[in-house]
């Protein structure tokens, strides 16, 4: 009894402190576009490397740059980012997958799988380092890159829960009143999957913009002036003897920002969805 | 068994056929001529001439590719443009960083990960299994690379007890290179460890409410030789599976890493490719890595459809 109680507690503590999380990490990017406490871009060489203090809260970058306004603009570029990624890899894996389990005993479903499986063999990482050299570094390149990677997983999710879906009588309705398989999918099929991608959507979007934060680190993601987390975190590394406090906000800022989505996830899948709330799995 | 393993092998062939026609167009057609876009933009004439000799652009792309794979299949993976060494070699010897590297961080993921899954679900709703559960949700958010960067300035800035990057390699004493991946290892590790332990978990949660153990209580085995002589082995199986697909996560992750600790590794060489527009250094070593995720996922498939027949059937 106990335990249920304490597990139970813990999860919708999840979803709370996620969506607090969250809420900053939207807020801080969104607030950054009206108000940061100083000029992200405004370089200052007689203030630089300075540790934090009132003037500057997180401290300065080897330019005399503000930390704390470069981790709020850096917000927005993560979330962007990520956002169109994972927007992308919806808009292709979704279809993808419905129809898969539309016709999951043919040529289509079987084709469609071993693509997914092929592009699980491609990193993302991999992706971005082709991409990059057809095309050069860019966040678009970067977007590009986590789309692609993204893909199977929206399409094996859609899959695996449309193919529960068309076991359902009401499906079996729609057939018997004359409605074609597609048409089935779009107004019967997919609707029933909502929660369950809102779901998936969020917990890619955490590792979309782990996968951004990576992917500038190494030079391949979101190019100056665009600010970025991960940038800030290779410029860190380079002044680490110097100047540390610059590796230490913008990693805090990617696990906040990864931790909150991942528990807002978790949390939003047994208020959404309360037969999936298998106790404690 | 046969069957299903030649059922695999078959795919794995068109896996690999299909994946080097993708890297071939995306490195040697997508961006035009290859010759002059190594050379950059103020290339003389004649020196893209010479180089298009050199790298057989005068033959179509079919045989481009042809050439290409057969040579890979044979060990030759062409010549550098930049070192002018063959990239066979260069693989050879980043690769003495990347694998040990992947291999180390494997085993570290591995042997945190599968005692704390098991604590876990031992002590399934108590405060242990809450506490195990917020670290694994911290463990999963890190970035590997910003925990490589914390650990180097706790460890080799503050403490001194590591070196804050390079390789000295295997030449210079088994120890002394083994050191130097430690940090790295356990950065790429601990993210890796977080899902495993949730999957140690939630494998055995699952095992334990089987009814095979209800028999096996029932026959007189007290909780713990129930869990680990029944429960325990049982549960390995989907771990095993995921500890493959880590390896290949683990290749690529390294990438990041070993700009981290400059690492002289296959990763890096792939990125100092890039802006050095070494087209075939790039081409080949994305198809090996790629290679070594797709044959790794080969051979886990095997062993797991070798433990359980019952996956046999589903090709």
């Not at chain 1, 048409?183 to 909502?194: C, D, F, G, K, Y």
């Not at chain 1, 990617?254 to 899948?269: C, K, M, P």
């Not at chain 2, 002589?229 to 500890?243: D, E, K, S, W």
């Amino acid at each position: 009894m106990s335990a249920a109680v304490t597990r139970k507690g813990f999860r919708s503590r999840a979803l709370w402190i996620g969506g607090v999380l969250t809420a900053v990490l939207v807020g801080a990017a969104l607030l950054s576009y009206l108000w940061t406490p100083h000029d992200f871009e405004a370089i200052s060489i007689p203030a630089r490397n300075q540790l934090p203090s009132g003037e500057h809260w997180f401290g300065t970058d080897h330019y005399g740059r503000d930390i704390f306004s470069m981790i709020m603009a850096g917000a927005r570029t993560s979330l962007a980012l990520a956002l169109a990624a994972v927007g992308i890899a919806m808009a292709v894996g979704v279809p993808l997958g419905l129809a898969a389990a539309a016709r999951s005993d043919g040529l289509l479903d079987e084709i469609i799988m071993r693509g997914n499986d092929l592009i699980f063999a491609f990193p993302a990482l991999l992706v971005a380092v082709l991409i990059t050299n057809i095309a050069g570094p860019g966040a678009f390149n970067a977007i590009l890159a986590i789309a692609i990677f993204n893909i199977p997983v929206f399409a094996r999710v859609t899959r695996g829960a449309a193919l529960s879906v068309w076991t359902l009588d009401f499906i079996m309705a729609a057939r018997v009143a004359g409605k074609g398989r597609w048409r089935i999918s779009a107004e019967h099929v997919l609707p029933n999957l909502a929660n369950l991608l809102i779901v998936q959507g969020t917990i890619q979007l955490s590792l979309g913009i782990l996968a951004e934060a990576g992917l500038s680190y190494v030079g391949l993601g979101a190019q100056p002036p665009l600010p970025s987390w991960g940038r800030m975190l290779a410029d860190a590394r380079t002044m680490l003897t110097v100047a540390p406090h610059m590796a230490l906000f913008p990693g805090l800022a990617i696990t906040a920002a990864v931790l909150g989505l991942n528990l807002l996830g978790d949390g939003l899948r047994d208020w959404l969805d309360p037969k999936l709330r298998r106790e404690g799995r | 068994m046969l069957r299903y393993a030649l059922k695999r092998l078959i795919s794995l062939a068109v896996s690999l056929l299909v994946a080097s026609v993708i890297i071939f167009i995306a490195v040697e057609i997508v961006p035009g001529d290859p010759a002059s876009y190594m050379l950059g933009l103020n290339a003389q004439p004649d020196t893209v001439a010479q180089l298009r000799e050199e790298l057989g652009l005068n033959v179509s792309p079919v045989e481009r590719y042809v050439s290409w794979v057969w040579g890979m299949v044979q060990g030759d993976f062409g010549t550098s443009y930049t070192y002018r060494t063959p990239v066979a070699e260069m693989i050879w010897q980043r690769g003495q960083v990347s694998l040990p590297l992947a291999l180390f961080a494997l085993l570290i993921s591995t042997a945190i990960a599968i005692p704390l899954g098991v604590i876990a679900a031992g002590r399934r709703g108590t405060g242990v299994d809450v506490g195990l559960s917020t670290a694994t949700q911290f463990g999963i958010a890190v970035p590997n690379f910003w925990l490589g960067i914390m650990m180097v300035l706790l460890f080799s800035v503050s403490l001194q007890w590591f070196s804050a990057g390079g390789f000295p390699g295997w030449q210079a004493g088994f120890w002394l290179a083994l050191k130097s991946l430690v940090l790295p290892a356990i950065a790429l590790a601990v993210p890796q460890a977080a899902i495993l332990t949730r999957i140690m978990r939630s494998s055995l949660l699952d095992t334990l409410g089987e009814d095979f153990m209800r028999t096996a209580r029932a026959k007189g085995l007290s909780r713990n030789q129930a869990l680990w002589r029944h429960a325990f082995r049982n549960a390995l199986i989907p771990v095993l599976t995921i500890i493959g697909l880590q390896f290949s996560f683990l290749i690529a992750g390294g990438i990041i890493i070993e700009q981290v600790f400059y690492l002289p590794g296959l990763g890096r060489l792939v990125l100092q490719s890039i802006n050095a527009r070494d087209l075939i250094v790039v081409e080949s070593v994305v198809m090996v890595l790629v290679f070594a995720v797709i044959v790794v996922n080969f051979a886990v498939d095997l062993a797991y459809a070798a433990v359980d027949p019952r996956l046999r059937r589903r090709v």
